[in-house]
């Protein structure tokens, strides 16, 4: 089994997506990764010699930010963001759509449920007399 930055690869994947499970490698940094060193696509990861796991352990420790350290970088952003009291880092804060998405209707994913007593719920219900 391939344990690449602390991340244990699927054994019966092909090694190009096997890297994905690397947070921080998408398809196409790992295509770039495997190009550099020459190793085939379509080789599965636990096929991988200790040589060849060791040389893409070497590649992205050196060219890449990933695991731990992008998840730092990345709440570190958000948090300036929110500090300086900018538009994004209030929508962050208030966990709204940061990107100008409609939230009228949709953003489900980003506002969670939706909540009991909605205003469509709270409408004028008709009584008989």
């Known amino acids: 089994m391939a344990r690449i ?19 921080g490698l998408g398809l196409k940094s790992a295509r770039d990764i495997l190009n550099k060193l020459k190793i085939s696509f379509d080789k599965r990861v636990k096929d991988l010699s200790n040589e060849e796991v060791a040389a893409i352990q070497k ?43 409609r939230t009228k209707t949709n953003a489900r994913t980003r506002k969670g449920p939706r909540k009991k007593g ?4 709270l409408k004028r219900k008709v009584t008989k007399k």
């Open 5 to 23: 930055e602390g991340v244990n690869l699927p054994s019966q994947k092909r090694i190009e997506y096997g890297l994905t499970y690397v947070y």
């Open 59 to 101: 590649e992205v420790t050196s060219n890449y930010v990933t695991e731990g350290e992008l998840r730092k970088e990345i709440t570190l952003n958000i948090k300036r963001l929110q500090e300086i009291g900018c538009y994004r880092g209030s929508r962050h804060k208030r966990g709204l759509p940061v990107r100008g998405q």
């Open 118 to 121: 909605s205003a469509v719920a």
